[in-house]
């Protein structure tokens, strides 16, 4: 089996920048779609961001110009960048493995369907203080 594990995650003022880690271990997972997803306290899981395995890759429109998904095949890792930080970006962020859906697909997908996605990490906390 594919195991994910979250790193990266902590305390940082509105405007800062932290890069999310996902460590993946078991089969070959160069073919997967690599996403992360978060969830806010009282909130419902949502997508954030989303990659392929030749690199494309699709994102939320509430953080697109200031989030950027990577991922090195080598290294067997996913990684998310985020910058301009706000408040509301606060949330456990999770890192999720799937074999056949697109970066696209996920990020229309609703939210009962996040059931079906093939792998998940136990997640990483981000809080964005004002």
């Known amino acids: 089996q594919v195991q994910l594990v979250e790193s990266g995650g902590g305390l940082t003022q509105a405007g800062g920048s932290l890069r999310l880690s996902c460590a993946v271990s078991g089969r070959t997972f160069w073919t997967y779609t690599m996403a992360w997803f978060r969830q806010a306290p009282g909130k419902e899981r949502e997508f954030v961001a989303a990659?392929?395995?030749?690199?494309?890759?699709y994102y939320v429109d509430s953080v697109k110009g200031r989030f950027t998904i990577s991922r090195d095949n080598a290294k067997n890792a996913v990684y998310l960048q985020m910058n301009s930080l706000k408040p509301e970006d606060t949330a456990v962020y999770y890192c999720?493995?799937?074999?056949?859906?697109?970066?696209?697909?996920?990020?229309?997908?609703?939210?009962?369907?996040?059931?079906?996605?093939?792998?998940w990490g136990k997640g990483t906390l981000v809080t964005v203080s004002s």
């Open positions: 990659i392929n395995w030749s690199d494309g890759s």
């Open positions: 999720a493995a799937d074999r056949q859906t697109t970066p696209q697909a996920m990020g229309v997908m609703p939210d009962s369907g996040y059931s079906g996605i093939d792998y």
